[in-house]
């Protein structure tokens, strides 16, 4: 049951629209920086960093410095398959 507990955890962090978007963002474009998210979410980069640190807090994403940018990657092989997921099936839906 603590396994079922930390996975609607887990979800729940992930459910938040913003955070979501962020997720989808950067399956979209493989990896991202802070401010390609922010600026294809049309988000202040504030904000964007925020739900950042919680998505890194959790372990869902993880980050790297690649020259003078901090990259971003989904960690949680769970989330990414689902983040994937909504992804593909977003490009399917017209509109």
Wanted: with cysteine.
């Amino acid at each position: 049951m603590s396994k079922i507990i930390e996975l609607a955890s887990v979800l729940k962090v992930c459910g938040h629209p913003l955070r979501l978007q962020i997720l989808c963002a950067i399956v979209r474009n493989e990896e991202s920086c802070v401010s390609e998210l922010w600026s294809c979410l049309g988000q202040p980069q504030p904000v964007v960093s925020q739900h950042l640190a919680v998505l890194k807090k959790r372990g869902i994403v993880g980050s790297r410095v690649q020259g003078n940018k901090r990259v971003y990657s989904i960690t949680n092989p769970l989330i990414e398959d689902l983040v994937e997921g909504l992804v593909r099936e977003e490009a399917k839906t017209p509109g």
